[in-house]
């Protein structure tokens, strides 16, 4: 079984432009999460999809971020226009589905971005 | 908002020794999971324990949980070098599937 893909894997940006992460998860897992993690700290919920539905957005800063999950299957994170703040690792993860007892979340190896 | 703290923050260790990491969360929890992170890598899981379960076994690994005290340990038997990496623990409140990760435990195993 394939795991989560991501791509770039690294991306290097100046403040104020923009940047796009893109996340293809299992096949066959309803959900998908994308995840901050700044340096020496845990990843932090940006936004969790169900199919191609937004469940739980609440962290994510709406004013520059944004997200899609097209047809239910790979998935797009934005930023525009990027922060010096948002320089992290953004990590996709997705699960067979949510809600469920056993909820083991399989992450992408992430996209190391660092804004200049 | 992180849900978990870990303790300690960093551990260094011999390779053979055993290695004990602590985690305290704040609310009622369906489970509580453990992952680990390989420098440069993505997360993996390693092993999940439910609410009503006291302690849970996977090869070298033995997490128990205590929910009167909001924590759990994980303990990693006879450690190798390739144990070091970072250790997570993230609860699941029954939130749609949601995970709230913790700090963190910076593993460094010494052969």
């Known amino acids: 079984e394939a795991g989560v893909a991501q791509s770039p894997r690294y991306k290097i940006i100046e403040k104020r432009q923009s940047v796009a992460f893109w996340c293809n998860p299992i096949s066959g897992h309803a959900t998908l999460y994308w995840y901050q993690q700044i340096l020496g700290q845990g990843p932090k919920l940006l936004i969790q999809f169900q199919n191609n539905g937004v469940v739980d957005d609440s962290q994510l800063p709406k004013d520059r971020f944004s997200a899609e999950r097209l047809k239910g299957v790979d998935s797009t994170l934005k930023i525009q226009p990027a922060k010096l703040e948002d320089s992290a690792v953004y990590l996709c993860?997705?699960?067979?589905?949510?809600?469920?007892?056993?909820?083991?979340?399989?992450f992408g190896p992430g996209t190391r971005l660092t804004v200049l | 908002s992180q849900q978990g703290e870990e303790d300690p923050q960093a551990l260094s260790i011999q390779e053979g020794e055993n290695a004990t990491m602590n985690c305290s969360y704040k609310?009622?929890?369906?489970?509580l999971q453990w992952y680990r992170q390989n420098s440069g890598r993505g997360l993996v899981h390693l092993i999940l324990i439910r609410s009503n379960e006291r302690e849970k076994h996977s090869g070298r690994l033995r997490v128990t949980l205590d929910t009167s005290k909001k924590s759990s340990s994980l303990l990693i038997t006879a450690s190798r070098a390739a144990d070091t990496a970072s250790y997570f623990c993230a609860t699941d409140r029954n939130q749609g599937g949601k995970l709230i990760f913790g700090q963190g435990t910076e593993l460094s195993v010494k052969p």
């Open positions: 993860a997705s699960s067979r589905f949510s809600g469920a007892t056993l909820n083991e979340q399989f």
């Open positions: 609310t009622s929890i369906n489970n």
